[in-house]
C-alpha cells in the first residue's frame, strides 16, 4: 500500500526521500503562513528563522506537491527522515489532496502532511502571527545550519511561482525581505 506525502515548504523543492509520483495541487480549509520558529534548521535557538506551517482558514486553499511512496523501503527511510526533519512539527494529519480547481473529489485522500500548530506547550518553536516587517527583518537576520533564512523563503517563493501559484503572504514577506536588503545595501555604500 502507498503513501503519499504533502509540501507545502521546502518539501516542494526538495523532497530528500525517493517517491514515485509528483503531484502539484493543493488542500482546501488551509493557509500557509510564516508562524512556526525553526531553531534546527534556518535559524538557532538564540535567534530562530521562521519557516512556514499551515492553519486553519475556512474557504482558504493551500497549493504545494504530493509525494505517492510505493515500496515498502521507501516509505520507511522516507518516514524516518521526514520524523527527523519535521521533529519541530508538533502534528501529523491527514487530508484531502486536489489537482483540479473545479474538483469535488479529491485526487487522493488520506495524504500525510506535518503541521506545526500554536500550542506553545507542544509546540515552544511556534512563533505565531506578526506584521509582515517584522517577519521580513526576522527572516533577514536568522541563519542556521541548512543556510539563511531568506533563502528558504526565496526558494520556496520562486517554486510556488513555477507552479503558477500565487501565495500573497509568502510574496509580500518576500518583497519587504527585498526591500530591506536593498536599503541595507543603499546604507552600506
Known sequence: ???????????????GFNYDERLFGFVKGYRRVFYQGS???????????????????????????????SKKEDQEIALTYLEVREKQYDQ?????????????VP??????????SPNKKLNVNYLGPASTEEIAKQIV????????NRDYLFQLEKALLEYGCKDEHVVDIANEVRRILSEKELTSE
Open 1 to 15: 500500500m502507498e503513501i503519499w506525502v504533502f509540501g507545502y515548504g521546502s518539501l516542494i523543492w526538495k523532497a
Open 39 to 69: 531553531t534546527d534548521h534556518r535559524g538557532t535557538p538564540e535567534f530562530p528563522g521562521r519557516t512556514v506551517t499551515l492553519e486553519p482558514a475556512e474557504g482558504e486553499v493551500c497549493c504545494g506537491v504530493a509525494y505517492k511512496i
Open 92 to 104: 501529523k494529519t491527514y487530508v484531502d489532496f486536489f489537482t483540479e480547481s473545479s474538483a469535488t
Open 107 to 116: 485526487a487522493v485522500s488520506g495524504v500525510m502532511v506535518y503541521i506545526a
Open 141 to 148: 537576520k536568522a541563519s542556521g545550519p541548512s543556510g539563511p
